[in-house]
């Protein structure tokens, strides 16, 4: 019994891990980081993760805070901007990467209202990377405590 | 790994990104380096025992090693975008100090704008990875730590005048161009 659940629980998560691939939701980054971790550092992944998320959620505040000034200072905007497109880009959080590329173009033309619409979206991509990310630890979680091991995936070039 | 006669090579990271900190030491330390991992240019001149205002060490060459280096550090690796001092600026005061301008230096960098990589190329970076950093990239450092372990083993001055002379070319392969990262290609 308890090796036909860790089984069911094991193709659960590659499936949902290989559905973030594709939908781009993750990219490589994020089994580089998964291939960092090891017996003596389990819990790699879900350090750098959360590090991520505590980065972020600051980050986003002070987006909103310097984006709701009367004087904008795109300068300091491009700068968290170019902070968090390099947090999200080392975790491979794909989506959010984008969308703060697309942020810095339009901070670099000053446009505030194409400004405020990137900030409505990284938040959103944002939130939905941090929703899939924790379903995954979740599923991790899941599997060592029922006596598995988190399987790799296989992908082909 | 972990051959008897292997020696442990010291990297000093900078990195103002504490993700990006994790993550360095992390690659760096699988490839058995051992790691310290500092958050500005101006802490790790201080790890290094040079003065923060860079001023160039005025003692002569044998007395500035055994004053400046209670610690050895045998590659510097930094990243290029960081506030007040960013990583080009600690690339320029490394090799205009007497006894740490021979500590090969790597220079990692999140974007790839081709004038800020040949001019850290040029002006006496090793490397220049682009982030995010691979294990690829961290396996290419080994090569210039035994390159300086050699010359620490002569006279540093000549020694290190001569190799500015041999490498005016630059390698293609130093003008990083990204390699094809572990993508998942998307088909089922």
Request: proline share 3%.
């Amino acid at each position: 019994m308890q090796n036909m659940e860790v089984d069911q629980m094991q193709r659960q998560y590659l499936d949902y891990i290989k559905s973030l691939f594709l939908e781009g939701f993750l990219d490589g980054q994020f089994l580089q980081l998964q291939q960092l971790q090891d017996e003596n550092n389990p819990d790699f992944v879900v350090e750098v993760v959360s590090l991520f998320f505590e980065d972020s959620e600051r980050l986003l505040n002070d987006l909103t805070f310097a984006l709701d000034q009367k004087g904008i200072d795109f300068k300091k905007v491009d700068a968290h901007v170019h902070q968090l497109k390099g947090s999200s880009s080392s975790i491979g959080a794909q989506r959010v990467k984008n969308c703060c590329i697309a942020f810095r173009n339009f901070c670099e033309e000053q446009n505030i209202d194409e400004c405020l619409s990137c900030l409505q979206q990284v938040k959103q991509e944002y939130c939905h990377v941090k929703n899939k990310l924790e379903t995954l630890i979740r599923l991790e979680q899941q599997i060592v405590a029922a006596g598995g091991s988190i399987p790799t995936m296989e992908f082909s070039f | 790994m972990g051959m008897a006669a292997e020696t442990q090579f010291h990297v000093l990271a900078v990195d103002d990104s504490l993700i990006d900190r994790m993550l360095i030491e992390r690659l760096l330390k699988t490839s058995s380096f051992h790691v310290t991992a500092v958050d500005s240019g101006s802490k790790a001149l201080k790890f290094l025992g040079l003065v923060e205002d860079g001023k160039r060490n005025e003692e002569p060459p044998t007395i500035a090693l055994e004053a400046n280096q209670d610690v050895e550090v045998n590659l510097i690796i930094t990243d290029y975008c960081m506030p007040e001092m960013t990583g080009y600026d600690l690339l320029r005061k490394i090799k205009e100090s007497e006894s740490l301008k021979d500590i090969p230096v790597v220079i990692m960098s999140s974007e790839n704008v081709p004038s800020r990589i040949n001019r850290c190329l040029e002006d006496g970076a090793d490397e220049f990875f682009l982030k995010p950093v691979q294990q690829s990239d961290v396996n290419r450092l080994r090569p210039h730590l035994m390159k300086s372990k050699v010359k620490d083993e002569e006279d540093h001055h000549q020694i290190s005048n001569k190799r500015k002379e041999t490498e005016e070319s630059h390698s293609p392969d130093k003008t990083r161009t990204k390699m094809e990262p572990p993508k998942v290609v998307n088909s089922s």
